[in-house]
């Protein structure tokens, strides 16, 4: 199984600790400027309606999804492929694309982070939070 998700932090650690990435909802408001959104002031880590990739999974992760997840925006207001140790900000424009693109090319565990993306609908757009 390539997503996880934990009823609470117990949980979490208890089955691996902290080398995680976390596909996270950004909660900030829609139309919230791009230098908040990647903030670090503004990111709160470990929520339990993230989605989790173990750390051990990360290769086989990159390989299924990098054509998913391309075109984040970092911290530093650059854009590019998964950074793997930073922030990464996928718009909700970008996540109606990923969703698409996943549909057509089903990757590992894809109904996981389909419904997991569909609801990110109600928010604006997502996070890949680094190890």
Known sequence: MLFYSFNNQDERRAFGGSDFLELQFCKLKKGTNIKSIVATRNIVDWRNDSLYVCGDDTDVFYKQYKDVFKNGVYNNLKSGDIDFFGI????????????????????????????????????????????
Do not use: C, H, Q
């Open 88 to 131: 990464n900000y996928y718009s909700p424009e970008l996540v109606e694309e990923m969703i698409k693109t996943i549909e057509v090319n089903k990757p590992e565990d894809y109904r996981i982070i389909l419904v997991w993306l569909n609801k990110a609908k109600d928010f604006n757009g997502v996070y890949i939070l680094g190890v």
